[in-house]
């Protein structure tokens, strides 16, 4: 079997000898799920993908279980305008994380419904078109799974599931550099900084916990997520087991916090790791030999160039999607500067990608807004812009809150904001509640034990007031009137764009698809801007979209504040 011998040529450099004993495993527990057998699988569907993302308890209409009232948000999602759905961690879990704590891998959490609920989400997603995306927590696994209690009963098999250490960790101090907190310990004499990825809920020692059995326990996250310990082939065969069974379900996959996962202690970012990208594309080859369309997003904010590793090469895919956390932040750049150059700065960088693959842009995502690469003065002027609209997070590196509200609750600007996301190249994520507008949860609002986790402000539950209010419908029917029209010209923003001359507040760009054009002009600011440009719009270019007022002159083109059109030729 061709995917056989691909998943062994995967796995042979991370198993070794372990290799066959491996597949043979997943071989036998595989024969009994489906498989997708379309002769014409569609293996490019995700280069047309808009992405709505919610968490599965995140909308409150009746008195059904979290995951029935799914069902008929499936239709308000598809009015919309997107064709797959990210359900947002639904796994057994104690919710220390938001869920990303993992407590079984193959059981519904109980308070969202069942098994069979879930099937009927499936099932009704499929009628509508919808694809589905659940999270592949690889990284960690909640305190509370069996392989962790096993282990503190002092099971040396399932011990070696995880991270650990006999002695205690040499922690010497906690200190901020680089957009970030981080930690020094002295490991074998020598100094070792690591990132502090929650720095307001990491303990005594920022990564390491001791546990029951006396052995300490590395952890990237919470101290109640511990790491698992990718070296050892059992959980490998574990994960297979787990993406053999959702995928048979028609789940594709967000890859959770892939940069640490394959990674011993002391973890660290921006840097290749060859075993990351052997175990990614094993993942890959488990799940198309269960779904050949199954795919993967790829979770990481890396630098550029570490990032398009994740999705490989034309002849060593890993994943087919990345979030395009880089083009996120200087989008807020530019939006606060009012100055689409900066746009066009990481544009630039974002081009060499496989063309199996492709970015998901987005404003916002379910955490928190993040300030990574930033330095001053950008990173001061992006924080005193926002943080009054938020709350810090990461202290201070990264803000939580949701898009309209960091956008001033201003309607024009929002929208605006999201006309510039569609009019780049591209998938596009629109996280739920962004579609009627929905603000922040004040923090004081919270239960006392969620505000120290301020990504808390942007979750919560969108009601049936808020979906059927005179506010929500017309954002609403605004945004997806967008993402439609998008969505009908997907051809050309799957081509990259050339840039055009205009003042710096507007994102002037071209797209070529065969003999056709799309001009894309978005003025950024609170002015109205003029594009010097010779067409003539109801003979040589028809308008597609245009969101405010636009004013044709001889030769030029004037953009009201935040105004935006796309025409094409």
């Not at 064709?83 to 938001?98: G, K, M, Q, R, T």
């Not at 098999?157 to 550099?177: A, C, G, L, M, S």
């Not at 840097?271 to 094993?282: M, P, V, Y």
């Not at 904001?417 to 004081?444: Q, R």
Request: with cysteine.
């Amino acid at each position: 079997m061709q995917e056989v011998n691909e998943l062994k040529q995967y796995l042979k450099p991370l198993y070794k000898h372990n290799t066959e004993r491996l597949c043979s495993e997943i071989i036998s527990y595989a024969k009994d799920f489906p498989r997708n057998e379309n002769p014409y699988p569609n293996l490019l569907w995700h280069k047309f993908l808009n992405l709505y993302a919610v968490y599965p308890d995140g909308v409150e209409n009746g008195n059904a279980a979290p995951l029935a009232r799914l069902i008929p948000h499936l239709a308000h999602i598809k009015r919309l305008g997107s064709n797959a759905l990210h359900i947002l961690p639904f796994l057994a879990s104690p919710l220390v994380d938001a869920g990303f704590d993992v407590s079984d891998y193959m059981r519904v959490r109980d308070d969202l419904g069942t098994m069979d609920d879930m099937r009927n989400v499936v099932h009704e997603a499929q009628k509508l078109g919808i694809r589905l995306f659940m999270d592949l927590v690889a990284n960690h696994v909640s305190e509370e799974h069996e392989w962790f209690q096993k282990a503190q009963a002092g099971d040396e098999k399932y011990r070696r599931y995880f991270i650990v250490q006999k002695t205690k960790p040499h922690f010497v101090e906690k200190f901020h550099k680089e957009s970030a907190v981080w930690a020094r310990y002295i490991v074998n004499g020598k100094v070792r900084d690591v990132n502090i990825a929650f720095p307001e809920m990491a303990g005594e020692i920022p990564h390491w916990r001791e546990g029951k059995d006396g052995y300490w326990y590395y952890h990237t996250y919470y101290p109640q997520q511990l790491d698992l310990n990718w070296h050892n082939p059992d959980v490998f065969l574990e994960f297979a087991k787990i993406i053999v069974f959702w995928a048979s379900l028609g789940f594709n996959f967000r890859l959770d916090a892939i940069p640490f996962v394959g990674k011993g202690a002391y973890k660290q970012t921006d840097e290749d790791n060859e075993f990351t990208h052997q175990l990614t594309a094993a993942f890959r080859s488990v799940a198309e030999s269960i779904n050949p369309e199954c795919v993967f997003i790829v979770e990481t904010y890396e630098r550029i160039q570490v990032i398009t590793r994740y999705l490989g090469y034309t002849h060593f895919k890993q994943t087919h999607l990345a979030y395009n956390f880089h083009l996120c932040t200087y989008l807020w750049v530019a939006l606060v500067e009012q100055d689409a150059t900066f746009i066009w700065q990481k544009l630039d960088e974002l081009y060499e990608i496989p063309v199996h693959a492709d970015w998901i842009n987005f404003l916002r995502n379910h955490d928190e807004l993040s300030l990574a690469y930033l330095q001053d003065p950008l990173l001061s002027d992006v924080k005193n812009a926002l943080t009054k609209y938020g709350e810090p997070f990461r202290e201070g590196y990264g803000i939580s809150g949701r898009t309209y509200s960091l956008l001033g609750r201003d309607e024009t600007r929002f929208l605006n904001a999201y006309f510039l996301v569609a009019s780049l190249p591209g998938g596009v994520l629109i996280p739920y509640g962004d579609e009627i507008g929905k603000t922040n949860i004040p923090l004081d609002k919270l239960p006392p034990q969620l505000r120290k986790d301020t990504r808390n402000i942007n979750r919560g539950k969108i009601t049936a007031e808020e979906l059927n209010s005179a506010k929500g419908k017309r954002i609403m029917e605004k945004l997806s009137k967008i993402i439609v029209k998008r969505q009908a010209l997907r051809e050309f923003l799957n081509v990259w764009p050339q840039r055009l001359t205009s003042p710096a507040g507007v994102f002037a760009a071209t797209y070529h698809f065969g003999i056709s054009e799309l001009l894309v002009l978005v003025n950024i600011t609170d002015k109205p801007q003029c594009v010097k440009i010779t067409i003539a719009p109801h003979k040589d270019y028809e308008e597609m979209l245009s969101f405010h007022k636009i004013e044709y002159g001889e030769g030029k083109i004037t953009l009201s504040p935040y105004a935006g059109i796309w025409l094409q030729k």
